[in-house]
C-alpha cells in the first residue's frame, strides 16, 4: 500500500512540480502537499476539476477534429465526465458540504490552460494525435491519484463509493484512449 501511494505521490509531484509538465507548477508551498494529505472535499474539488478540464479538452476536439472516432470519443467523455459530476455535485447537496479549493486544483487548472494553447494551434492529424495521447496521459494520471491516493484516504464511504465508481468508468476512457493512441499512430 505504501509503495503505491508513493508512486502516486510521486506521478502528481512530477506533473505539478515540474517547469515543462502540461500539468502546471507549484510553488514552494504546494510541493510540501500530496494528494493523500487531501480531505474529503479536497479529493471532491480535484476530482470535480479533473472532470471539468477533461470535458474542456473533449469540447475543443469537437471544434477542431474532424475525425469521426476522435469526435466519438470527445463525445463520450462529455457525457461521462457530466454525469460524473453531476452525481457528485448531487451528494456534495445531500451532505451539505462544499468542496474546497487546493494545491492539486490549482495545479490541473494551470495545466490546462498550456494543453488548451498547445491544442488549440493544431489542425488534422495533428491535432487528433496530440488530444489522444494527452487524453491517455491525462486519465492514467488522475486514475494513478484517484486509485492510490484518494480511494483510500477517503473517510465518507459515500464518497469513495462514488469515486470507486468512477474510477471504473475512468479507467475504460483510459484504454480507450490507449486504442486511440494506437490507431493514429502515436
Do not use: W
Request: hydrophobic residues 40%; contains cysteine.
Amino acid at each position: 500500500m505504501k509503495i503505491k501511494l508513493l508512486i502516486a505521490t510521486a506521478v502528481v509531484v512530477a506533473l505539478t512540480g515540474c517547469a515543462n509538465t502540461p500539468y502546471g507548477n507549484t510553488t514552494e508551498s504546494k510541493a510540501a502537499q500530496t494528494p493523500d494529505q487531501l480531505n474529503d472535499l479536497e479529493m471532491a474539488h480535484a476530482a470535480y476539476t479533473a472532470d471539468n478540464i477533461d470535458i474542456q479538452y473533449a469540447h475543443l476536439a469537437l471544434s477542431i477534429s474532424q475525425n469521426p472516432d476522435v469526435q466519438e470519443f470527445a463525445k463520450t467523455m462529455i457525457r461521462d465526465h457530466e454525469a460524473v459530476n453531476e452525481q457528485a455535485l448531487a451528494l456534495l447537496a445531500k451532505l451539505g458540504a462544499q468542496p474546497q479549493d487546493n494545491f492539486l486544483s490549482q495545479s490541473l487548472t494551470e495545466g490546462s490552460v498550456k494543453i488548451i494553447d498547445e491544442l488549440s494551434q493544431l489542425r488534422g492529424a495533428a491535432f487528433d494525435k496530440r488530444y489522444a495521447e494527452n487524453e491517455l496521459a491525462y486519465h492514467k494520471t488522475v486514475n494513478n491519484v484517484v486509485e492510490n491516493a484518494f480511494i483510500p484516504n477517503i473517510e465518507n464511504a459515500e464518497v469513495k463509493s462514488l469515486f470507486e465508481a468512477g474510477l471504473q468508468i475512468f479507467k475504460a476512457h483510459e484504454g480507450h484512449a490507449e486504442m486511440m493512441v494506437k490507431k493514429l499512430g502515436g
